[in-house]
T-cell receptor, first 111, second 113 residues
């Protein structure tokens, strides 16, 4: 069974640009959550989706948004990028048993 | 809000020794406690988890204990090997059926051969 797949793995953007990251959950998982990981703040919850609906949202500005499609795939978008948005963005999927599995992440560098 | 404290931040042991990492959570409603191992350049990998109705769980060289009264849970790794070297994160969830986890700050474990 394939794990959580995230694309792209690495990307570099310029301040003010926007970025879209993609996530394909484990087959059969209908829920997806997103996290930001930085050396200073650690792992922080961004938001989660179930059946195309956002269920929970973390304490991040409105520049961070996401969506989920009918096939459970998810995207997150960050607009008007700031240097502080440089981070590893992790997607996780989970099943009804609440076991949460993470992907390898997308490394975003903002210059 | 919910908070998870993790100690120590770094831990160095000799190969074959045991390693213990401790976490404390603030919200007594927390009911799910996973542990993740993260190697350099990779995403967190689930290594073991425990739910609030269980006091202890073991999987080969790894065990987790939970003390709900003290709001404290620990990861125990026995017979450590160099490949156990990584960053370990504890986490807690206050809701059922959710992908929202509150993470500890992480422990960098170094196993010296």
């Amino acid at each position: 069974k394939a794990g959580v797949t995230q694309t792209p793995r690495y990307l570099i953007k310029t301040r003010g640009q926007q970025v879209t990251l993609s996530c394909s959950p484990i087959s059969g998982h209908r829920s997806v959550s997103w996290y930001q990981q930085t050396p200073g703040q650690g792992l922080q919850f961004l938001f989660e989706y179930f059946s195309e609906t956002q269920r929970n949202k973390g304490n991040f500005p409105g520049r961070f948004s996401g969506r989920q499609f009918s096939n459970s795939r998810s995207e997150m978008n960050v607009s008007t990028l700031e240097l502080g948005d440089s981070a590893l963005y992790l997607c996780a999927s989970w099943d009804s048993g609440n076991t949460i599995y993470f992907g390898e992440g997308s490394w975003l560098t903002v210059v | 809000g919910e908070n998870v404290e993790q100690h120590p931040s770094t831990l160095s042991v000799q190969e074959g020794d045991s390693a213990v990492i401790k976490c404390t959570y603030s919200d007594s409603a927390s009911n799910y406690f996973p542990w993740y191992k993260q190697e350099l350049g990779k995403g967190p990998q689930l290594i073991i988890d425990i739910r609030s109705n269980v006091g202890e769980k073991k999987d080969q060289r790894i065990a987790v204990t939970l003390n709900k009264t003290a709001k404290h849970f620990s990861l125990h790794i026995t017979e450590t090997q160099p490949e156990d070297s990584a960053v370990y994160f504890c986490a807690a969830s206050v809701m059922s059926n959710t992908g929202k986890l509150i993470f500890g700050q992480g422990t960098t474990l170094q196993v010296k051969p």
